[in-house]
């Protein structure tokens, strides 16, 4: 999508624009950034948004001032890790995360990105069953590693080559949840399969009927086929669950988390998963230099304490149903999803123009991405406030074109609007 930056961050995009590789979902940059702090996001010339965007990476809220504390107080103390030394933040992070597991005892391993964590939960899952084919959903995303973007769709352009073998993909639930569990029952009856992977709930705020996880638990138990949840986006409260699998009573034998973990600050994912599948000390499952950095270990521990502390998980299931309603009332389309996890389905003469719409609300004053082509994702931090919520609706009701309360605050075109936020 394009939109027309000005002043200094015009000419940073053309900057940007003449060094960077373009690439899909990428390029070109919408504007650049020279602050950001809690909902918002400010450019290089102090024009704001409210950012219900985020890349699903700022749960707590931009610039946590007291994540931010925290993180200089660590560069302090201990800013790297060698590998084959530990420190505390990794330890404890380690703790918190298994003390957190519901299932039975688990382990972890850390990783950089969400795709790299990925690719270790299926390594995982090929070294404990022997198999190494694989059960996902067509037209998913777990990444873009060569492993991990495989999972997402059975075609790839033919000029990235091969990517990994025994890729099983089938009709995902948010098109048909009877279809997705008749096509996993046929493949794991016919295959040796090593893993199901998928995400429990979508980031377009799809949701699965309550009956097709444990359903799909029970057939992957049936012939040992390790059931992965892909938490990355969707994890760590962002569905009024602290794992967005307890919405459904099924715990797999392993999840991934990332984004959000980083506190929105720092790169890292993670995966926890059962202890049993600890069986190939041998093999490096996911050897990375930054596997066991304190800076970002430090990063999620305090996440998850902010998280917990200031009842995040809660309040994300509380203003989800708030921003339902505001939004609903604002723009007569009620929006899918849990919690925070939310997308509107677009109306006419919207449905099936969802880029041009998300320019249209950036124009509004609200960052949000386009979900397939009639949906626009809503994923605010779980710190938003609730005059954000109508300040979003009002600018969505504006951008359908639809009369605004003139009483409602107007979401941001320029400054002196929204908390005071740090500049760069
Ligand atoms: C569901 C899901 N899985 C995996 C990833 C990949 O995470 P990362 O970009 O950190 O590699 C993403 C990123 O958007 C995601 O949404």
């Not at 990063?299 to 505001?326: K, N, P, S, Y």
Request: aromatic letters at 6%; one cysteine or more.
């Amino acid at each position: 999508m394009t939109v027309a930056a000005t002043g200094k961050a015009a000419s940073l995009v053309a900057r940007d624009a003449a060094l960077f590789f373009r690439q899909h979902g990428s390029t070109p940059c919408l504007s650049a950034l020279r602050a950001v702090g809690g909902s918002w996001l400010e450019d290089a010339d102090g024009r704001r948004v409210l950012d219900f965007h985020g890349n699903t990476a700022h749960h707590i809220g931009h610039a946590n001032p007291r994540l931010v504390a925290v993180l200089k107080a660590q560069l302090d103390a201990l800013p790297f890790c060698p590998r084959r030394y530990t420190n505390e933040p990794a330890v404890a992070l380690a703790e918190t995360l298994t003390g957190r597991w519901p299932g039975r005892p688990a382990r972890v391993l850390f990783a950089t990105g969400g795709s790299d964590a990925v690719e270790i939960a299926l390594k995982l899952a090929r070294v404990a069953t022997g198999r190494y084919e694989t059960i996902s959903l067509e037209g998913s995303y777990h990444g873009d590693g060569f492993g991990a973007l495989g999972l997402g769709s059975a075609r790839h352009d033919a000029r990235l080559g091969p990517l990994l073998p025994g890729r099983h993909h089938v009709t995902p639930y948010w098109v048909d949840a009877e279809r997705t569990l008749d096509e996993v029952r046929r493949l794991l009856a016919a295959r040796p399969i090593a893993a199901v992977i998928a995400e429990p709930v979508r980031t377009s705020g799809h949701v699965p009927p309550g009956w097709l996880w444990p359903e799909v638990r029970r057939l992957c138990d049936a012939v040992g086929t390790k059931l992965i949840f892909d938490e990355i986006p969707s994890g760590l409260g962002k569905t009024g669950r602290f794992f967005a699998f307890q919405h459904f009573g099924t715990v797999p034998d392993a999840v991934v988390l990332g984004k959000a973990l980083g506190g929105g600050i720092v790169p890292i994912a993670a995966v926890i998963a059962d202890a049993a599948m600890d069986v190939a000390p041998e093999l490096s499952l996911g050897h990375y230099t930054h596997e066991k950095n304190p800076l970002t270990c430090r990063a999620a521990l305090e996440t998850i304490r902010i998280i917990d502390e200031e009842g995040l998980v809660a309040r994300a299931e509380r203003m989800g149903a708030l921003l339902a309603d505001v939004v609903e009332a604002a723009t007569g389309a009620r929006p899918r999803g849990l919690g925070l996890l939310r997308a509107l389905p677009l109306p006419p003469p919207w449905a099936g123009r969802a880029e041009a719409f998300a320019v249209a609300a950036l124009g509004e004053g609200l960052s949000a991405t386009a979900k397939g082509s009639d949906g626009l994702g809503l994923s605010p931090p779980l710190t938003v406030a609730e005059a954000e919520l109508a300040m979003a609706a009002a600018a969505l009701a504006r951008a359908l074109g639809r009369p605004v309360d003139r009483d409602r605050p107007r979401a941001c075109s320029g400054r002196g609007r929204g908390p005071e936020i740090r500049s760069g």
